[in-house]
Antibody, heavy 121, light 107 residues
Framework: EVQLVESGGGLVQPGRSLRLSCAASGFTFDDYAMHWVRQGPGKGLEWVSGITWNSASIGYADSVEGRFTISRDNAKNSLHLQMSSLRTEDTALYFC??????????????WGQGTLVTVSS | EIVMTQSPATLSVSPGERATLSCRASQRISSNLAWYQQKPGQAPRLLIYDASTRATGIPARFSGRGSGTEFTLTISSLQSEDFAVYYCQQCNDWPLLTFGGGTKVEI
């Protein structure tokens, strides 16, 4: 059974940093692209960042480019999102999602339950 | 950035009726489009990928069509469990993927 479990969320002040993690199991992690998607309170889905199976290709939404860094550790079946210079508008539930293939050109077939990030003074 | 526009924002239908949701891309995206369903308090669920292929375990009443810039998701006969928010997502413009704003299907 595929499982994606996010962790690392919490309350953080504007301008500070936070690191999210996603522990993956139930599939061959290094065969697939992985992504972060967020959802602000009462809002729609926003793709945040994605990384191909071998980390050769990485993408970011314009809203987080230069502030967030995605990475993966295939030896530990884990995905990470380092978030810096956080803004109040980054407040959201952050989902980890598995791509259908090893590239970024496809939908996301499994999702975690999310970890909540609240940016507030 | 490719902008995905979904319409209508809210669709009011009765159980057993047909629902048609639309998604328009600001640029051509071939058939690189996915549809998701999200219920309150839950993670999204993949319904359709490659514009028209149902994901594993998705009932046949869900169907997707389209290519280029115009896409539709049709639910042939709405069941009570289908009332939810539906999102489209373009997967063509990697490494910059985008979602539509969503369509809420309500009773």
């Amino acid at each position: 059974e595929v499982q994606l479990v996010e962790s690392g969320g919490g309350l953080v002040q504007p301008g500070r940093s936070l690191r999210l993690s996603c522990a993956a199991s139930g599939f061959t992690f290094d065969d697939y692209a992985m992504h972060w998607v967020r959802q602000g309170p009462g809002k729609g889905l926003e793709w945040v960042s994605g990384i191909t199976w071998n980390s050769a290709s990485i993408g970011y939404a314009d809203s987080v480019e230069g502030r967030f860094t995605i990475s993966r550790d295939n030896a530990k079946n884990s995905l990470h999102l380092q978030m810096s210079s956080l803004r109040t508008e980054d407040t959201a539930l952050y989902f980890c999602a598995k791509g259908r293939h090893n590239s970024g050109y496809d939908g996301f077939d499994y999702w975690g339950q999310g970890t909540l990030v609240t940016v507030s003074s | 950035e490719i902008v995905m526009t979904q319409s209508p924002a809210t669709l009011s239908v009765s159980p057993g009726e047909r629902a048609t949701l639309s998604c328009r891309a600001s640029q051509r995206i071939s058939s690189n489009l996915a549809w998701y369903q999200q219920k309150p308090g839950q993670a999204p669920r993949l319904l359709i990928y490659d514009a028209s292929t149902r994901a594993t375990g998705i009932p046949a009443r869900f169907s997707g069509r389209g290519s280029g810039t115009e896409f539709t998701l049709t639910i042939s006969s709405l069941q009570s469990e289908d009332f939810a928010v539906y999102y489209c997502q373009q997967c063509n413009d990697w490494p910059l993927l985008t979602f539509g704003g969503g369509t809420k299907v309500e009773i």
